[in-house]
């Protein structure tokens, strides 16, 4: 069994900055890529930001020069530096990773969801 535990979110006024981390725990054999993504109030969920094993990374162009992903293999956790944080970026965060558990294939899961509201 595999859990992605998110934390860091809470409330911050415009402009403000967060830090998330989501750490993954288990029993598994290895982490490939790790992700962030994102779920505001009626829209569909969408990438913010993944790191690709090997350690590049991309992210979506509304969070791009403000926001900055890493991760520590080391520690199986992935990070999400959010800065000039505005309102629209409020929506709930959920960590993702592709964790293989041998024999099996890699699989994907999800953490449960960190809440970020940016509001004066």
């Known amino acids: 069994q595999v859990q992605l535990v998110e934390s860091g979110g809470g409330l911050v006024q415009p402009g403000g900055s967060l830090r998330l981390t989501c750490t993954a725990s288990g029993s598994f054999t290895s982490i490939n890529d790790m992700g962030w993504y994102r779920q505001a109030p009626g829209k569909e969920r969408e990438t913010v930001a993944r790191c690709i094993t090997g350690g590049s990374t991309n992210y979506a162009d509304s969070v791009k020069d403000r926001f900055t992903i890493s991760r520590d293999n080391a520690k199986n956790t992935v990070y999400l530096q959010m800065n000039s944080l505005k309102p629209e970026d409020t929506a709930i965060y959920y960590c993702?990773?592709?964790?293989?558990?041998?024999?099996?294939?890699?699989?994907?899961?999800w953490g449960q969801g960190t809440l970020v509201t940016v509001s004066s």
């Open positions: 993702n990773a592709d964790v293989k558990m041998w024999p099996q294939p890699y699989r994907e899961f």
